[in-house]
């Protein structure tokens, strides 16, 4: 039975908003789903950033992650090593990636380039479930997660804006949008 990664990062940002290329990722959370969304196994780690490691009063309202948080977790390095190694168990059985939106991928992307990180994904298909949730429903826009699960008559379950809630949220999603 194939299954699927489910992706969700959370990054440094202020009120502003900040470029994608001045973001860092400081927490990965990653869920192995079944096609009908029944979860296999999960990843979360908080990440370290290098280039702003104190984070905005902003980003701890929004995520809910602590300074200590940041302070006690390993830098980018060090943590994709571990979510490669826990990945890799899976690799045989992923029919392929998915997160809510496009932002993950492209900063997944841009962590790679910047730190010269090797990974089991560039080999594996991405697909934008918000964009495939929107045109499974026939939307002009795209939704929010939690306006998307509100409308296939779910309730957003955890804390929002936190890595591995996000990523199992949107997993629930994942059946609707793939036609199991």
Known sequence: MPHWLVIDLEATTDDGGWPLEEMEVIEIGASIVTRAGREIDHFQRFIRPQRRPLLTAFCRQLTHITQANIDHASPTKHVWGQFERWLGQHLPKLEGW????DYDRKQLEQEWQQKQLNSALEHLPHTNLKQLFANARQLKHPLGLNSALQLAGMQFSGQQHRALEDA?????LLPLVLRV
């Open 168 to 172: 199992r949220n949107t997993a629930r």
């Open 98 to 101: 998915a997160s809510w939106g």
